[in-house]
């Protein structure tokens, strides 16, 4: 039973969304504060954070920042701030999904069956591990884990998913909505520059020049593709 934590000031919604979440099947676990969803985190492997921004002791946003240092678990941030910038930021600082109140509990809980429901299906692919560039650039989807010279670089689930998207279909420009549909499903409702946010942060982790990115490749008016120099490999070969 997949375990879920919902950090959210008001107990009332709280409950509503727990007793919804419930009934699909998920254990719930609730906290009305940052630092005590901070303790819960450290001791409980949760698969999925659904974190209000508004919280009593300290914000929502400093939570995830904390969290994101030693985890890739997925967060669902809830808030009454709207605005793009708002959502901009929410991603910068690691959310996957940015909801903004008022929802329907009917809708978070849909969103959260459909990330189960992809993640269900990645467990089925035989998956693989590749190198770039002399194995400057690393990607293990097994693990999850992306090296750059060696070093471990942390990433959130949605900018894995997107390089690793990239990659297995190298040689081909994915436009934004073909990438939407790939890495986040037909059931995504978020906004036009979701990617583009995401990309931007991806590129920061592994590009030595944002500005002539040799990776991420923007094709102007199209969408991206990957550009890594040398053709990707299992690394049992090597």
């Known amino acids: 039973m997949d375990k879920l934590l919902i950090v959210e000031d008001e107990e009332k919604v709280s409950e509503v969304l727990k007793a919804y979440l419930i009934r699909e ?5 609730c906290t009305t504060r940052g630092l ?71 809708e978070l809980t849909a969103r959260v069956n459909a990330l189960f429901r992809r993640l269900n299906l990645d467990k089925d692919l035989d998956k693989e591990e590749f190198a770039f560039n002399d194995g400057e650039l690393i990607v293990d989807y097994n693990r999850r ?20 998207t990239l990659i297995i279909n190298k040689g081909r420009v994915l436009t934004r909505e073909q990438l939407i549909y790939k890495v986040f499903g037909e059931d995504f409702d978020g906004f036009d520059r979701t990617i583009d946010v995401h990309i931007k942060n991806i590129r920061k982790k592994i590009e030595s020049d944002t500005r002539n990115p040799k990776y991420i490749i923007t094709v102007t008016k199209v969408g991206y593709k990957f550009g890594g120099e040398n053709k990707c490999k299992q690394l049992e070969e090597k």
């Open 25 to 29: 099947g998920y254990e719930v676990y």
């Open 36 to 106: 005590e969803a901070i303790a819960l985190f450290k001791a409980i492997d949760f698969k999925l954070i659904i974190l209000d921004l508004m919280l009593p002791d300290i914000s929502g946003e400093e939570v995830c920042k904390i969290i994101r240092k030693t985890s890739s678990v997925h967060i669902f941030m809830l808030t009454a701030k709207g605005s793009l910038d708002n959502r901009i930021e929410g991603l910068n600082i690691g959310a996957d999904e940015y909801l903004v109140k008022p929802f329907s509990p009917r």
């Open 145 to 164: 884990v992306v090296k750059l010279h060696g070093e471990e670089i942390p990433f959130t689930p949605n900018e894995f998913d997107i390089l690793y």
